[in-house]
């Protein structure tokens, strides 16, 4: 229960933390803010759908090789750049097929390294989650973010890395 509401008891305890069921959305308030006061609030705030979000998130990446790995927080400067075509593989790291895929993508990061437009990325889904990032129901799930359309398209053909590079080359505008 504290991995999906994103808490680490070494961390994050004291804390209070209010999860809506219907939209599996969730809310913290941190020890420090733990006053009378403050969580009275809290709980009006959460009745009234006036609290921000609380999301699971990794540090962020250096990524400083050709595959850029995403963090909850940094998902949209990275993935929802305007300026740049991503495609991104959303994963979970005990996942078969995605252990399976994962060499593939990496020869695709590298591939495409040298096209400064396009962003090859992996996004660990059991330990980042993103406000607008695609509601993800199986793993591995690819998803295109072209410069034009950040709501993200799926990618729903054969795995392997010459089916990557022809979905890349018949939908992205920088090649």
Known sequence: LLDFLGISIKKDAPCLVAFDPNDMKKFKIDANDLTVENVTKFVEDFKNGALP????????FANEGPLTEVAGTTFDELVLDESKDVL???YAPWCGHC???APTWDKLAEDYKDITDLTIAK???TVNEAEKEWAVKSFPTMIFYPKNNKAGVKYEGDRDLEAFKKFL???SSVL
């Open 123 to 125: 996004y660990d889904k």
């Open 53 to 60: 979000l609380h999301l699971k998130s990794q540090e962020p």
């Open 169 to 171: 080359e018949e939908n």
């Open 99 to 101: 252990k399976k895929l």
């Open 88 to 90: 991104v593989k959303y």
